[in-house]
């Protein structure tokens, strides 16, 4: 059961001690939105233990739910307030799902008002944001409650079906038959938790690849705090962040709200699995920790636009950083999803950078520890100048020094086309403890200490 007491955000203490564990099965209806009650408080230095929904396609089906996902109910940190930071160390991933089923999708034209994701509409009766149920299998199975009418606001160009060994290692995707044998038992293959709402995305059983195999290797899709105004899930980043400028319908946003009130919190990058910290920016009070949108896998860039979203559980340890003032997510990944130039300096590689240091009449050569920051826009270009400009910010560079150090030092990484990035380099380990990120960096990569 999800902890019962809620707190307002709004009135939260600064020195409320707060639960040392808060256990969450309890899920929003797809928007974020800091005026709702959050669960907690959870201490600082606490755990939240999370049962995850999968996100992307059984919420894009769903269009009850106002957003791309169905993301837990956020969770305040005791002591946060706007202009501080929360430090979240990914402790543990595991999925549940026996199965699930994805691919390119594409929009049904007169199925939603100006944003599929957002504001599903019955074709029919117009309802907007319909109750459905599910009558048979396939994607025509989809019904409006209201009518009766076939109302999911997707369907597949090309998808497929996958099942997954006992111990979640490998899938292998699915034969026609085999889709349909599962699609009769969708909650069960997909481990729907028991509070939500969304409707299998395996019902529809699509089977246009099959025998591929793939490996897992999960992460969070969707894993941060909560925006300072009401934004749905998925589009809490920069690039379907941009869908919402000027649109139709009630979650409409300026392009200076969407910058202000962002956090970034669906961001689809492979690191931020099992093992990484994530630094994300407060910008309600109590941040409200959220999470989601658990991945089986995924290449980086997710080009399909979706991919194996599973349900699962997840273990977190949450840090309050008192006014670090960020804007945007910053990672330490685990050293093995580090670019090769951003990887720490081995002993023998700093021996040698020493001789020539000696040699050429260095003083000395600058110490320093790997860090990425995250970038969003509307597209690449976009999402990789606002990571530079965030980088530049944070450490006191200017942006060309930032693009001198990713260039030779790191890398620019992407985590989802069309607008998300990782701008991940070595900085120099003064600046990173100027701003107190020095023990993430100490407990990462076991430099500074």
């Known amino acids: 059961m999800a902890m019962q007491l809620e707190v307002e955000s709004k009135v939260e203490s600064k020195d409320q001690v707060g639960h040392e564990t808060v256990f969450v099965d309890q899920f929003t209806d797809g928007v974020l939105d800091p005026s709702r009650p959050m669960l907690g408080p959870v201490r600082d230095g606490g755990h939240i233990v999370a049962n995850t929904a999968p996100g992307c396609w059984g919420p894009m089906i769903t269009p009850e739910i106002r957003g791309g996902h169905e993301v837990t109910r956020p969770v305040a940190v005791a002591g946060a307030e706007v202009g501080d930071a929360i430090a979240i160390r990914i402790k543990e991933i595991t999925v549940t799902s026996l199965a699930t089923a994805s691919g390119n999708d594409q929009w049904m034209a007169n199925r939603f008002l100006g944003d599929a994701y957002i504001a599903g509409r019955c074709p029919e009766c117009n309802t907007l944001y319909p109750k459905t149920h599910v009558e048979g299998i396939g994607p025509t199975a989809i019904r409006c409650d209201n009518c009766g009418a076939d109302t999911t606001p997707f369907t597949f160009t090309n998808g497929y079906t996958i099942a997954f060994d006992d111990n979640r290692s490998v899938g292998v995707t699915l034969t026609q038959a085999a889709a349909e044998d599962i699609a009769h038992q969708a909650k069960k293959y997909a481990a729907l938790p028991e509070n939500s709402i969304q409707n299998p995305i395996l019902t529809f059983a699509p089977h246009d690849l099959v025998g591929l195999v793939a490996r897992l290797r999960p992460f969070m899709g969707q894993l941060g705090t909560t925006p300072s105004m009401p934004i749905p899930d998925s589009h809490n980043a920069g690039d379907f962040g941009s869908f919402l400028i000027g649109a139709p319908h009630e979650y409409a946003l300026s392009a200076e709200q969407l910058q202000q009130h962002r956090t970034d919190g669906h961001m689809d990058i492979d690191a931020v699995r099992a093992g990484a910290i994530l630094i994300c920016p407060v910008k309600a009070p109590g941040g409200g920790v959220y999470l989601g949108d658990m991945h089986a896998l995924q290449g980086d860039g997710e080009i399909a636009g979706h991919t194996c979203d599973v349900s699962g559980t997840v273990t977190l340890q949450v840090h309050l950083l008192k006014g670090l003032n960020i804007d945007g997510p910053l990672l330490f990944p685990v050293a093995d999803d580090l670019p090769y130039l951003a990887r720490p300096l081995s002993a023998e590689e700093e021996a040698k950078a020493e001789k020539i240091a000696q040699a050429w009449g260095v003083p000395q050569i600058e110490a320093s520890a790997p860090i990425s920051v995250i970038g969003t826009g509307p597209d690449l270009n976009a999402a990789t100048d606002n990571g530079l400009e965030r980088a530049a910010e944070l450490l ?54």
């Open 396 to 449: 006191g560079m200017t942006v060309p020094e930032v693009k001198n150090r990713a260039t030779i030092t790191g890398a620019i990484e992407i985590g989802r086309h069309p607008g998300v990035v990782q701008v991940t380099f070595r900085a120099p380990l003064d600046r990173l403890e100027r701003r107190g990120l020095l023990p993430f960096v100490q407990d990462q990569y076991g430099i500074g200490g």
